[in-house]
């Protein structure tokens, strides 16, 4: 199987969906939006994670692969509830109306 | 054959979802088309034979993590978000940046191409994959794991006072 | 009950007094009547009777009889280099003294004083400012009850400050009369002289012992560190005598006590004849022990005292103003005692002094019935014939002007006799001239008392027609007080009864211990037998020379009253200098108000010198400021601030792009993430 399809391949994928993961980051305006492209680069790790453990047949990439989905949902669950909150107080989720942080 | 042909597929579904989750302007639509993405990645996981992984992407990430955006997504009001600008004033800026670190990365791949074979590389199926994962989870990886799930109740009870009403 | 112990609160019954009626006179006035003040201010004096007499009983059995009590240090106590330089601490406690001097002389003060209170009763109870009348009565009760309780000279001074203030205040109470605030002002700036020589005198005493309390002055005047005629001494004692020259009314100050009887009469029978005046007499005697040692000074004393005797007495002989005669017999009086002081006779000074409290203000008290059953009339050519109108008021001032001129066995005999014969006889500074000044002076008193008696009392009625209708006897509460005196005045000398005539001069003996440091005076009678025929003879002398003053005075002024005019025709220039007080005052408007030596020139000379040379100086010190400070201005603008705002520029042009970074926004830092990526990746993707 990894002799069908090379390694390679998956490593362009990931750096594909790690940079399409930057971007909306680091363009978007809207803060939902900006979490959904954290979870793009998360899971563009996780091809890596899973894809090596196919090639070296080690089950380890497997095992953290797991570590970063529950680090995924802790972070989802954290960042939306940070969301709801910012919205309650400052009445916006735009990220760049939120520019507290110069004074 | 068949396998490059599944990867092609699972790989344009993945970058077709993933770049369509960060152009739409509805946060809905990205919502949709970022499950697509994340079901292709799950698919990918199968043909790889990491079933359990699979599952477990299936099962948190589609019918959870994205059913808590869904929520959130309906508890804020976000027609008004909807209707401006949605690219902020630095926008070119980060593509050129993330346009940049991507060349970098392709180029250091490119550069070191030759380090990707693998000479043990064992065909054919894997043990069974569940069990696996299990043994390295509870055997080798149990401190992490461990610590990952007082993260996760770290995080839950962070989400529970945010969420809050009243501090 | 200790009335020693308690004896610091004798003062303090008329401050009570004082308190109340001048916060709450009004209200009191209002609420309840002049009824409430009229027991309240007496009995508060009377209670202070009351410990007085304890005290000085209590006394009496104490074989020191001397009790010193500090109730609180007042002044600390500061270090100050004496005049030796050594260093001393000043200390000053508000502690009394009570012994044979001062218990006479509260005796003298509370008694007198609460019949005076009771007197002005029924005098002040027509007038306006009743409570205020009081307050101000009661003030005088405390400070002149503070300065003869004192135990040093700083808090005697403090009593003799306030008896100036009530003298003020009394003097000018009707002060909606420019004459009466005048002679206020006029008896408060003359005060200030001679209050100025007791303040000096008092910081050279503390220069020169280190301590302001009396016993402890003495001590250290007796310790032998200083002998007789001790120029420290002399200036000390002048110091004091020029501040008891302005409050007793002595040549030269004694001009403000005629203008003094603008006030009301009780004040004036009180402070101006009785108990105020009286205060300078007290204080010399008190510095008995530094006055014995400096001779001069004695002699200074003495020879004013006569001077102010007979002056006074000389201008007393013509005056028609009732009260004026009486201040000028005060001030004459009061020249007596100085004369008994100078000579050494302190204790025969503190006699006449008490016996002098009790007739003279007899007399007052008896002018102001007259004058009240005059309505307010005070000149004697428009009196006369009043003998049969005021009896009570007439028999009570015959027994005072026997007293005073020297009638035994009243009290004005003895104590004049002794003066009269330690001026003669005193080993030390008897002198046979002050005794020729004070005889003539006893004769000037006879004729000059008892014009006063006859004028009033006898010859035909020159009363107006319209006031001859209303004329009436006192009031009881004002008799009653008239009649106390009057038995005083009987009384009040027989406790000094000369040995010479078979007496034992209990007062003298009773005060000896204060005086003990020159027993000279009070036993040279007793001592030298040979003496007494002398006595005897000056005795005799002087009463017939009083006969003889009388007797011209009734021959003048009842028998042939037509003979007063020619007399005073023949000597119209004479006449005319006395009426004229010998033209002190003017002299002193001349030289201190008006003239080029002291008065308006000279004020102008220094306010010019003020104005020029001192402001000028002082103006130049500040044009010199200014301008070190315009400056130091420049320096601090250009150059301090110059530097400090050159770091703040440098800082603010260096910071400019680190500042542009700092945009705020989360996704710019995000940015700067992924570009931080970027170059590290680089760096290793291409070094």
């Given amino acids: 199987m990894p002799g069908n399809v090379p390694i390679t391949h998956y490593l362009f994928l990931s750096t594909a969906l790690f940079t399409l993961g930057v971007i909306g980051v680091l363009a978007r305006r809207n803060i939902v939006i900006i979490l959904m492209s954290i979870e793009l680069i998360l899971n563009a790790v996780n091809i890596n994670l899973v894809a090596f453990s196919r090639h070296l047949a080690s089950v380890s990439g497997q095992a953290f692969a797991v570590f970063i989905i529950a680090d995924a949902a802790a972070e989802a669950a954290v960042g939306l509830g940070i969301i709801i909150a910012m919205f309650r107080n400052r009445g916006t989720i735009q990220a760049d109306e939120l520019d507290l942080l110069k004074w | 054959m068949l396998d490059q042909f599944f990867f092609y597929i699972f790989a344009s579904v993945i970058l077709l979802g993933g770049l369509l989750t960060i152009t739409r302007r509805s946060a809905v639509h990205s919502a949709i088309f970022l499950i697509a993405t994340l079901l292709g990645i799950a698919g990918l996981f199968l043909h790889l034979q990491a079933e359990f992984l699979a599952g477990v992407q299936v099962i948190l990430y589609v019918g959870g993590i994205m059913v808590l955006f869904l929520f959130v997504i309906m508890l804020v009001n976000l027609d008004q978000a909807a209707r401006q600008r949605q690219f902020n004033r630095q926008w070119w800026l980060a593509l050129l940046a993330a346009a940049a670190v991507c060349g970098e990365a392709l180029y250091g791949l490119y550069r070191g191409r030759g380090a990707f074979t693998f000479p043990g590389a064992v065909p054919g199926n894997m043990p069974p994959n569940t069990q696996a994962v299990g043994n390295a989870l509870y055997q080798n990886y149990m401190l992490p794991f461990e610590v990952a799930s007082i993260m996760l109740l770290v995080a839950m009870v962070g989400a529970v006072v945010m969420a809050k009403k009243r501090l | ?687």
């Avoid at chain 3, 001097?101 to 007038?127: C, D, K, R």
């Avoid at chain 3, 003298?167 to 005060?191: C, E, M, P, T």
């Avoid at chain 3, 001009?255 to 105020?276: F, K, R, Y």
């Fill in chain 3, 1 to 687: 009950m200790d009335f020693l112990e308690y004896s610091w609160l004798i003062p303090l019954f008329p401050l009570l007094g004082t308190v109340l009626m001048l916060f709450f006179g009004r209200a009191l006035e209002r609420a309840h009547g002049r009824g409430l003040i009229s027991v309240l201010c007496p009995g508060l004096v009377g209670v202070s009777f009351v410990f007085s007499l304890g005290a000085a009983l209590q006394l009496a059995q104490q074989p020191a009889r001397l009790f010193e009590k500090t109730v609180f240090t007042w002044v600390p106590g500061l270090p100050f280099h004496l005049a030796n330089g050594q260093l001393a601490r000043f200390e000053a406690a508000w502690g009394i003294l009570v012994d044979p001097l001062s218990a006479v002389m509260i005796l003298v003060v509370s008694f007198v004083g609460f019949l005076i209170h009771v007197y002005s009763v029924g005098y002040m109870a027509h007038e306006g400012g009743y409570y205020r009348y009081f307050g101000y009565l009661n003030l005088f009760m405390f400070n002149m009850l503070t300065l003869v309780l004192a135990n040093n000279y700083l808090l005697m001074f403090v009593g003799w400050e306030g008896v100036g203030l009530c003298s003020y205040l009394l003097i000018g109470f009707w002060f909606q009369r420019k004459s009466a605030s005048d002679a206020g002002k006029k008896a408060f700036v003359v005060n200030r002289v001679g209050d100025a020589g007791f303040l000096l005198g008092i910081l050279l005493t503390f220069a020169t012992f280190g301590t302001v309390a009396f016993t402890r002055v003495n001590e250290a005047a007796r310790s032998g560190l200083f002998h007789s005629g001790d120029a420290a001494l002399t200036a000390i004692t002048l110091l004091f005598f020029i501040g008891a020259t302005g409050k007793s009314a002595q040549i030269p100050l004694y001009v403000w006590l005629p203008d003094a009887m603008e006030g009301p009469t009780p004040v004036s029978a009180l402070i101006h004849a009785a108990t105020m005046v009286t205060a300078g007499v007290y204080m010399v005697a008190r510095s008995n022990v530094l006055f014995s040692m400096a001779p001069a000074s004695m002699k200074v004393v003495a020879i004013i005292g006569a001077l102010t005797a007979i002056f006074a007495a000389s201008i007393g002989l013509v005056h028609n103003d009732i009260k004026r005669v009486l201040a000028y017999s005060t001030v004459s009086q009061l020249g007596y005692m100085f004369l008994a002081c100078g000579v050494g006779a302190f204790g025969a000074g503190i006699f006449h002094l008490s016996t002098h409290a009790y007739f003279k203000a007899l007399l007052f008290l008896g002018a102001g019935s007259v004058i009240h059953a005059l309505g307010g009339e005070q000149d004697l050519r428009k009196m006369g014939a009043l003998r049969h109108k005021i009896p009570w008021t007439y028999r009570f001032f015959l027994i005072a002007a026997l007293a005073i001129i020297g009638a035994p066995p009243l009290a004005g005999f003895f104590s004049k006799d002794e003066i009269l014969w330690q001026a003669w006889s005193n080993p030390e500074h008897g002198w046979w001239l002050l005794w020729l000044v004070a005889f003539l002076t006893a004769g000037m008193t006879a004729f000059y008392m008892w014009r006063l008696v006859f004028l009033t009392f006898f010859g035909k009625s020159r009363v107006d027609h319209e006031v001859e209708h209303h004329i009436h006897e006192s009031p009881k509460v004002m008799l009653v007080p008239l009649g106390v005196l009057a038995a005083l005045s009987v009384v009040g000398g027989w406790l000094g009864w000369p040995k010479s005539l078979g007496g034992s001069n209990r007062f003298e003996q009773w005060l000896a211990p204060v005086f003990d440091g020159h027993p000279h005076a009070v036993q040279a009678a007793a001592v030298e037998p040979h003496f007494e025929a002398a006595e005897y003879t000056l005795m005799v002398l002087a009463i017939a020379l009083a006969a003889a003053g009388v007797y011209l005075a009734y021959h003048l002024y009842v028998r042939r009253p037509e003979k007063s005019d020619q007399l005073q025709a023949q000597l119209q220039p004479v006449h005319t200098l006395l009426l004229n007080k010998y033209y002190v005052d003017e002299l002193y408007s001349a030289v201190f108000v008006e003239g080029p030596v002291m008065g308006k020139q000279l004020g102008s000379a220094l306010s010019q010198f003020d104005a020029r040379i001192v402001d000028g100086g002082v103006n130049g010190a500040g044009w010199l400021t200014r301008m070190t400070s315009r400056l130091s201005i420049f320096w601090d603008t250009w150059a301090v601030d110059g530097a400090v705002r050159l770091l703040g520029f440098t800082t603010k042009v260096a910071s400019f792009p680190v500042r542009m970074i700092q945009t705020g926004f989360v996704q710019s830092y995000a940015l700067l993430i992924v570009l931080g990526v970027l170059s590290f990746l680089g760096y290793y993707l291409f070094r």
